[in-house]
């Protein structure tokens, strides 16, 4: 698209209108407006044959996105680019980058109520502070003692990847005196020295650290990476954070684990099916923590989602640098 001499037109386009209308507020509204030649409503799927939607040049969308092939897209000959008010593409971006059309995500904005969510959790798991309510809740009286804890001085935190949640968890994570342990194998001694992390493998981590923390990739290399062998291995008192993708733990393992040590903890915010099984041992375990997948944006935090979206189209059609433009190689690790 390059440098623009007038204004594109733009069409709000997802298959789930409620989450735009969630997503892009009115202020945002008022701007894109005033940006571009906005088509009026919600669009997707259904509308593809529309003629209006042929001289669309620019889609901004956010959960609901569907995939566009070839056939979906001939209905959108115009079509020069996707801003993406929400996290992972790789549900749809592909046939896109295939034929050349721009693709930003606001997957960085997504990432700073996750790397929130995860700083409090590890700070709460220091002081053990969800075991203890549970064995009050429990036990009653009988268990108003001060429990072993390893506490948030000089510990040892592991981070399992170290995209845009991990590296900004871990520059959170910077406030505390804590040992910081990264398993990334595309993180390079560089990048691990300027974000003040050890470089570590998965077993040393789990051996070593008192919080794992998972923000692995769902990606066909860590299906089923999180073994019940390394759970084992976990200090005593230890506890496992996933705010990342339930695939990646082999999640038979870890109920076999839980079961067998319970001073062991699990802060689940992401299952492999979820919401998980009735039958699933997520719900009766004592020293499972679940929640229900909402470590990322929500309510009013999915504005900043759409803001930065808007930033960037403003920055790309101006001719300026832009941040959050992806390419097929990404999608290779993208969450």
């Avoid at 995209?163 to 910077?174: K, P, S, W, Y």
């Amino acid at each position: 698209m390059g440098i623009l001499k007038v204004k594109p037109v733009a069409a709000f386009f997802s298959d789930r209108p409620d989450k735009l209308s969630l997503v892009y507020s009115a202020d945002a509204r008022r701007r894109l407006e005033g940006l571009t030649h906005l088509l009026a409503g919600h669009w997707g799927s259904a509308e593809l044959g529309r003629p209006e939607l042929a001289q669309v040049q620019v889609l901004f969308s956010t959960w609901g996105m569907p995939s566009l092939g070839a056939d979906a897209l001939k209905n959108l000959p115009n079509l020069e680019a996707v801003f993406y008010a929400a996290g992972s593409v790789r549900s749809f971006a592909e046939p896109l980058l295939k034929r050349n059309i721009a693709v930003f995500s606001a997957w960085a904005a997504n990432a700073e109520p996750v790397a929130e969510y995860t700083l409090a959790q590890i700070l709460l798991a220091g002081k053990r502070v969800l075991p203890a309510m549970e064995a009050l809740r429990s036990q009653g009286p009988a268990a108003w003692a001060e429990p072993e804890c390893p506490g948030n001085y000089c510990g040892s935190v592991g981070l399992l990847g170290a995209g845009a949640v991990g590296r900004r968890v871990a520059e959170l994570l910077q406030a505390f005196k804590l040992k910081i342990l990264v398993y990334d194998p595309f993180l390079s001694d560089a990048d691990a020295r300027r974000l003040g992390v050890e470089r570590a493998g998965l077993a040393d981590i789990f051996a070593r650290c008192q919080v794992v923390s998972n923000h692995l990739a769902d990606v066909p290399a860590t299906k089923g990476l999180l073994t019940e062998e390394l759970f084992q291995s976990l200090p005593k008192g230890a506890t496992f954070l996933n705010t990342g993708r339930g695939a990646t733990v082999d999640e038979a393992g870890l109920w076999k684990v839980l079961q067998r040590r319970r001073d062991l903890s699990a802060v689940l915010d992401v299952a492999e099916a979820e919401p998980p099984e009735a039958s699933s041992p997520a719900y009766r375990l004592p020293n499972v923590f679940l929640t229900p997948h909402l470590a990322g944006s929500l309510g009013p935090e999915t504005a900043r989602m759409a803001d930065w979206m808007l930033d960037e189209f403003e920055a790309y059609s101006s001719g300026r640098p832009v941040r959050f433009r992806l390419n097929l190689e990404q999608l290779a690790t993208l969450a």
